[in-house]
């Protein structure tokens, strides 16, 4: 018998696969299949193939898993590339649809009433954590509205965890609002946040922006009936 064939045996019957006896001897699987087709083997070595091939299989599922999770961010990121694009420099209309969108979803549109009859007296607030949307939100007041910053308020909500100081300095650089604007810093979670998101995800806590302007809160809710009436 060859040596070879014999070397091949000895491991076969240990449980080696074909694969890695062809990489110890350098013997071609067609060739092994050929010796050993019919050759029984231990259960023990049954056994270590089939725990291989499981093993094989598993490792090579990650793999296609890991390649598909990369060409999908590869596609999701060029899709955002280019929808960035179609992005141009934003004009004041619609800076007003953008702004009386986000007043829409984000801002406080419940109207004021006492003893039953609507109040003559309307503010705009506006709430939220990111701050970019804050940053677009004043620019919309100051553009469109033709609002100050310096006639701007300031509420700002934390958590126990965050440091009061580094917060309500980090909205000031945001907002460019002035230092005597902002009110005291309120300690809590509002009713209408509670139990939405963990606390460590908001590092800044919540602002809100006000202006006690009655004029500017009916138009904006004017804007918003304007952009309804438009899918009626």
């Not at 990369?70 to 007003?96: D, N, P, V």
């Not at 649809?97 to 007296?121: D, F, N, S, V």
């Not at 700002?156 to 005597?180: C, M």
Request: glycine share 8%.
């Amino acid at each position: 018998m060859r040596i070879d064939k014999e070397r091949a045996r000895v491991l076969r019957l240990k449980g080696y696969s074909y694969s890695e006896i062809n990489k110890k001897l350098g013997v071609p699987k067609a060739t092994l299949s050929d010796w050993f087709s019919e050759l029984m083997l231990p259960e023990q070595s049954q056994k270590r193939i089939q725990k291989r091939v499981q093993k094989k299989s598993i490792d090579g599922l990650i793999k296609r898993n890991k390649l598909q999770t990369h060409l999908a961010q590869k596609r999701a990121s060029e899709i955002r590339t280019t929808a960035q694009k179609e992005i141009k420099k934003i004009s004041k209309q619609e800076l007003l649809l953008i702004g009386a969108a986000l007043y829409w979803g984000e801002g406080h549109k419940k109207l004021i009433t006492k003893g039953g009859r609507e109040r003559t007296y309307h503010s705009i607030s506006f709430s939220n954590t990111d701050p970019i949307m804050i940053q677009v939100f004043i620019q919309f007041l100051k553009t469109n509205l033709g609002i100050p910053v310096d006639k701007m308020r300031v509420g700002v909500r934390i958590f126990q965890h965050i440091n009061e100081q580094h917060a309500l300095d980090y909205w000031k650089h945001i907002t460019g609002i002035p230092s005597q604007n902002f009110q005291k810093v309120y300690y809590g979670v509002s009713k209408s946040s509670e139990g939405k998101r963990p606390f460590n995800r908001l590092p800044y806590g919540t602002i809100q922006i006000r202006v006690g302007d009655t004029k500017s809160f009916q138009k904006i809710m004017g804007w918003i009936n304007g952009i309804k009436k438009q899918f009626k």
